[in-house]
Nanobody, 127 residues
Framework: QVQLVESGGRLVQPGGSLRLSCAASGRTFGSYAMGWFRQAPGTEREFVAAISRSGGRTYYADSLKGRFTISRDNAKNTVSLQMNSLKPEDTALYYC????????????????????WGQGTQVTVSS
């Protein structure tokens, strides 16, 4: 089992950058495929990015490619989301999620595929 805690969310101006982090408890973080999702007020939670347990494979929502980058440091039990050129429509509560996985190169893009979730960190993009 793993516990996930997100951090790094804050108010940022349009065009700015932000780096979110997700810290995982436990000694088996390297066994988990990880993902980031977000939920804006009045909308459903949506997929943002995913990374395999090895970090060798990543996947992004089409609309976010080129602006967001997911990465992980298994030695530090963290997964990060670098967000650049932020827009007001990026305003949302951002969640990290994890699923223990045997295959080193698998990632997941659907909510139902993840077993563990953090509480979220708020990102607000506004001038």
């Amino acid at each position: 089992q793993v516990q996930l805690v997100e951090s790094g969310g804050r108010l940022v101006q349009p065009g700015g950058s932000l780096r979110l982090s997700c810290a995982a408890s436990g000694r088996t973080f390297g066994s988990y495929a990880m993902g980031w999702f977000r939920q804006a007020p009045g909308t459903e939670r949506e997929f943002v990015a995913a990374i395999s347990r090895s970090g060798g494979r990543t996947y992004y929502a089409d609309s976010l490619k080129g602006r967001f980058t997911i990465s992980r440091d298994n030695a530090k039990n963290t997964v990060s989301l670098q967000m650049n050129s932020l827009k007001p429509e990026d305003t949302a509560l951002y969640y990290c999620a994890g699923r223990e996985m045997y295959d080193r190169n698998t990632y997941y893009t659907r909510e139902v595929e993840y077993d563990y979730w953090g509480q979220g960190t708020q990102v607000t993009v506004s001038s």
